[in-house]
């Protein structure tokens, strides 16, 4: 069974700073996917970026960053220079061979402070 | 990028009435289209899996006489909830997918519906 853990019902983080949204994941197949996409409040659910399992770098996507440890089965994902328009829920997702569909986290609520 | 609309963005009717929503790909082919349910504060559930032409795959738990999901053309996809009570309230959100395996950006989202039974 698939499984996709974020541990952090909400994050505060300042204007312009870093800040890590956890993932960890859990599945017996070799190959997976993981993706992070932020939820505004408008309900929309946004694309961020992309890991597979066998890429050795870690993914990018503007400020958006991946940072994949895959013996820890870790998929963190780094938002850098943080902006307001960044508040946002920020769910973590899991796809693997033969399955269809997405596997989601419980999601994280990031609220950027002015 | 490809885009999903999704329709109506809120709705609210009485106990009993039939709600139907709709999902459809703009500028691309969905071979497959899933449909969401997230209650507040909660992620996303798979509700059903709906493949163009054929009858839609339900999730365990997810009755699918109350969730009616019609997959007619390859840029549409309809759920309806059929006699909606209050418990059906939630936020229903669709996502298609263009290709034959999931990769990457390939799975977009609609912007979601919110669905308020009185």
């Known amino acids: 069974a698939q499984k996709i853990t974020q541990t952090q019902p909400g994050m505060f983080v300042q204007e312009k700073e870093a800040v890590t949204l956890d993932c960890t994941y859990d599945t017996s197949d070799q190959s997976y996917g993981l993706f992070w996409y932020k939820q505004p409040s408008s309900g929309e659910m946004i694309f961020l970026i992309y890991?597979?399992?066998?890429?050795?770098q870690n993914a990018t996507e503007g400020r958006y960053s991946l940072n994949f440890q895959k013996a820890r089965k870790s998929a963190n994902l780094v938002i850098s220079a943080s902006q307001l328009g960044d508040s946002a829920m920020y769910f973590c997702a899991m796809s693997v061979t033969g399955a269809n569909n997405l596997f989601f986290g419980t999601g994280t609520r990031l609220t950027v402070i002015p | 990028g490809a885009v999903v609309s999704q329709h109506p963005s809120r709705v609210i009717c009485k106990s009993g009435t039939s709600v139907k929503i709709e999902c459809r790909s703009l500028d691309f082919q969905a071979t497959t289209m899933f449909w969401y349910r997230q209650f507040p504060k909660q992620s996303l559930m798979l509700m059903a899996t709906?493949?163009?032409?054929?009858?839609?795959?339900?999730e365990q738990g997810v009755e699918k006489d109350k969730f009616l999901i019609n997959h007619a053309s390859l840029t549409l996809s309809t759920l309806t909830v059929t006699s909606a009570h209050p418990e059906d309230s939630s936020f229903y959100i669709c996502?298609?997918?263009?290709?034959?395996?999931?990769?990457?950006?390939?799975?977009?989202f609609g912007s979601g519906t919110q669905l308020s039974v009185l």
């Open positions: 996502s298609a997918r263009s290709g034959a395996t999931i990769a990457n950006e390939k799975l977009f």
């Open positions: 890991q597979g399992s066998y890429d050795e």
């Open positions: 709906s493949n163009e032409g054929s009858k839609a795959t339900y």
